[in-house]
């Protein structure tokens, strides 16, 4: 033995490797023909457009290979195709998870254009695997089931798959990998027209196909991170990793001299929505929208919020959409003009119709019936309908500041622990306390610091983003006006001092909600009872930068 290995080449560990699984009784390897012909190697999850793009490429004299359900898909189009197995002379194992894994494939995939790689395929009969078309299980779309076990969870976690669209994509030089189907039909005009991709072609979609793996273990890391530390442990992920396809180009951002776009995860929409009607949004339109949709979503009742430059200037609940926008609009009608709306029920026609002469930038509900949309569509042509089936889920925000991103979790009304407490000697009666639960729920989406009045579960005056509380105290009784008298306040963070009790008193507030817990609370507490003004407490702070 020692003599023969010295007088010739050192044993070759891959063709140990393929006679061991031909002497293993998986049959002998597989030897393509060496005719002049192209080969692709199919193996998709996704199999939207594959039968007329196999099509395509058989009608260009291409040869198919394919694996298990890819493979009986274009059989079942009535297209011919080798099946992997043929190929490599060994059955898929393991119930399906070792199908493509093996040097007949990949040795296919990886020869470079040189004398030397091709005389290596030669030697082994291998042929060379010119495309690779495939993209990945459904991993993502699985784990957001919320009822998925961590088993089911791993067996969409795909090997083969990201091994092939990684061989592929090194080998840009020879090979084109496609993991989108919207390539395939550019893909096709081109090679019916040059007989081959172009280099810059294949180096796209090898960029593509390594951003498409790399979002794909991301997501796998951030599912199983999850496991080990559960969301409603507040556990923040130890790697914040941000993978986002480019969604929409808008015109600009918040100005004019600024560019924006829109980036989202795979298949989503503006805020996870459809927008059925309009012009595309605009930067600032999604970031009101948001706030308004966010706002909205928080509501039991028929609400309609209205936001104009990221505050809400009216947000009422009532029994009908078109009465809740009607009190909604009521708030502050100036600064409603050009306004987003978001809804959390159906918009209907009488809600469209409701709008009348309103100017409006776009709207956001769950749903819009066809009456309601014929009828915008006539009268509003240019308002922007935005048709968002549920609330976002989304357990984390993330700020962009310079040299970072903060993240924290999302606000979603106060803890399940929290406790209320009247503090005056005089209790709040029903109506006020209906009010004022209204007040403070709204108050958690106006910009701190943040101070809201509310008269029959709508506001009527609302004051925020100023760095004075008792400033935006005073912005809010203007707003409000006569309607003060009677009405509730809210407060999103405890009074420093009773100046903003004092101003809200005399505009005729009746009952104050605010956190409590600064050093003047006493002083604050005895302010309010001199001045009769019933005041609970709710040891919760929310404020929104």
């Known amino acids: 033995m020692a003599d023969s290995q010295q007088g010739g080449e050192p044993p070759d560990p891959l063709h140990g ?84 894994l093996h040097p007949a494939i990949h040795g296919g995939i990886l020869a470079r254009d040189s004398a030397a790689d091709r ?72 090679l019916r027209a040059a007989g081959m991709t172009s280099a810059t072609t294949r180096l796209r979609l090898a ?35 941000l993978s986002l396809p480019l969604v929409q180009t808008m015109r600009y951002g918040e100005n004019p001299h600024q560019s924006a776009a829109f980036y989202a995860p795979e298949g989503s929409g503006p805020l996870g929505g459809t927008l059925l009607q309009g012009k595309p949004l605009s930067y600032n339109n999604v970031l009101d929208l ?27 609940s009532a029994a009908q959409l078109p009465q809740a926008f009607r009190a909604a609009l009521a708030s502050d009608p100036v600064s409603a003009f050009g306004g987003v709306i978001a809804v959390n029920r159906p918009f209907d026609q009488d809600t469209a119709e409701a709008l009348e002469d309103l100017f409006v930038e776009a709207i956001a509900a769950p749903a819009f019936s066809p009456a309601a949309c014929e009828h915008l569509a006539a009268h509003k042509p240019s308002c922007r309908l935005l048709q968002i089936a549920q609330p976002l889920p989304e357990q984390w925000e993330l700020r962009s500041v310079a040299g970072g991103v903060l993240v924290q979790s999302v606000d979603r009304g106060d803890p399940p622990d929290a406790v209320w407490r009247t503090v005056t000697q005089r209790a709040p009666d029903e109506r006020e306390m209906a009010a004022l639960r209204m007040a403070w729920k709204a108050c958690q989406h106006v910009k701190s610091n943040a101070i809201v009045l509310v008269r029959d579960n709508a506001t009527v005056g609302i004051g925020g983003g100023l760095p004075s509380r008792v400033d935006a105290t005073r912005l809010a009784v203007t707003k409000a006006g006569e309607r003060a008298r009677g009405a509730v306040m809210a407060s999103d963070a405890f009074f420093p001092f009773p100046d903003s009790l004092e101003v809200a008193a005399q505009a005729g507030v009746t009952a104050v909600i605010q956190p409590g817990g600064s050093v003047r609370d006493d002083e604050v507490i005895a302010t309010a009872d001199r001045l009769g003004v019933a005041m609970v407490f709710t040891g919760v702070r929310h404020f929104r930068h």
Request: charged letters at 25%; aromatic letters at 6%; one cysteine or more.
């Open 207 to 241: 960029t593509k196909a390594f951003r498409h793996t790399y979002a794909y273990d991301a997501a796998i890391a951030a599912y199983l991170e999850r496991q080990v530390s559960p969301p409603e442990e507040e556990g923040l992920p130890s790697r914040l990793d």
């Open 119 to 190: 005389a290596e395929l030669d030697r082994y009969g291998i042929q060379p695997i010119d495309m690779v078309v495939c993209n990945l299980y459904p991993f993502r779309e699985t784990v957001a089931r919320p009822d998925v076990s961590l088993a089911e969870a791993v067996e969409q976690i795909d090997i083969g798959g990201v091994a092939l669209l990684r061989a592929a994509a090194k080998n840009f030089e020879r090979v084109t990998v496609l993991c989108d189907p919207q390539d395939y039909t550019p893909v096709l005009e081109e």
């Open 17 to 100: 490797t393929v006679t061991a699984i031909a002497q293993a009784g998986f049959g002998e390897t597989y030897t393509l023909g060496r005719e002049n012909m192209h080969q692709a190697l199919i193996s998709v999850s996704d199999k939207s457009g594959l039968a007329d793009f196999a099509r395509g490429l058989v009608e260009l004299n291409w040869r198919l290979i394919a694996s298990g359900g890819s493979a009986r898909a274009l059989r079942t189009a009535g297209l011919p195709v080798t099946e992997v197995a043929e190929v490599t002379g060994a059955p898929e194992m393991l119930g399906g998870r070792v199908k493509t």
């Open 290 to 316: 948001d706030a308004a949709w966010r706002a909205a979503c928080s509501f039991d009742d028929p609400t309609v919020v209205i936001v104009k430059h990221l505050s809400p200037c009216g947000i009422a």
